[in-house]
T-cell receptor, first 111, second 115 residues
Framework: AQTVTQSQPEMSVQEAETVTLSCTYD???????LFWYKQPPSRQMILVIR??????QNATENRFSVNFQKAAKSFSLKISDSQLGDTAMYFC????????FGTGTRLTIIP | GAGVSQSPRYKVAKRGQDVALRCDPI?????LFWYQQALGQGPEFLTY????????KSGLPSDRFFAERPEGSVSTLKIQRTQQEDSAVYLC?????????????FGEGSWLTVV
């Protein structure tokens, strides 16, 4: 079974600064997908970024980028120029047959 | 609508009541997932459908939980004889196909409170 670990329950950062959320996972599979989802208080999961394990290039979506280290089974999310609207829970997720989530990191952007 | 729609958004049930939660996936999406998210936790997988076939129900916590998708579109998650530990947000999600990394789109969830 796959497991996803997010070791930072809570983080806070000043507006406009850069923040990195960590995620590690455990799997014996070689082909899989990794995701970061954002969950505001409304509870709707919003896809932030996805990474295909067979691609070595790190995914980037505007201010969001990942550092994917396949050998280390690490998948961190970097948010640049953080904005107040980035305040939310962030979940790392692993997908092979189904989506398995970590426990989440509560990120607060301080004005 | 264009997204995954869930109803009811909020449900308060007395312990022992049966509840039914509905999910309307995005049109054309083959795969449909149900997740349970307790307060302060990440979503936990319950069950997965490909069209009308329930391919994985390993996450259903007990035989009080039952899910169906008879025509391969709308799905219903039924919880019989609800208990307080069933209180959670139930998230439905859909995608074009599973096992391929297609984006999985989530609904806003059904918030169940058992009193």
């Amino acid at each position: 079974a796959q497991t996803v670990t997010q070791s930072q329950p809570e983080m806070s950062v000043q507006e406009a600064e850069t923040v990195t959320l960590s995620c590690t996972y455990d799997t014996s599979e070689s082909n899989y997908y990794l995701f970061w989802y954002k969950q505001p208080p409304s509870r709707q999961m919003i896809l932030v970024i996805r990474q295909e394990a067979y691609k070595q290039q790190n995914a980037t979506e505007n201010r969001f980028s990942v550092n994917f280290q396949k050998a280390a089974k690490s998948f961190s999310l970097k948010i640049s120029d953080s904005q107040l609207g980035d305040t939310a829970m962030y979940f790392c997720a692993f997908m092979n047959e189904k989506l398995t989530f970590g426990t989440g990191t509560r990120l607060t952007i301080i004005p | 609508g264009a997204g995954v729609s869930q109803s009811p958004r909020y449900k308060v049930a007395k312990r022992g009541q049966d509840v039914a939660l509905r999910c309307d996936p995005i049109s054309g999406h083959v795969s449909l997932f149900w997740y349970q998210q307790a307060l302060g936790q990440g979503p936990e997988f319950l069950t997965y459908f490909q069209n009308e076939a329930q391919l994985d129900k390993s996450g259903l916590p007990s035989d009080r939980f039952f899910a169906e998708r008879p025509e391969g579109s709308v799905s219903t998650l039924k919880i019989q004889r609800t208990q307080q530990e069933d209180s959670a947000v139930y998230l439905c999600a859909s995608s074009l196909a599973a096992y391929s990394g297609n984006t999985i789109y989530f609904g806003e969830g059904s918030w169940l409170t058992v009193v």
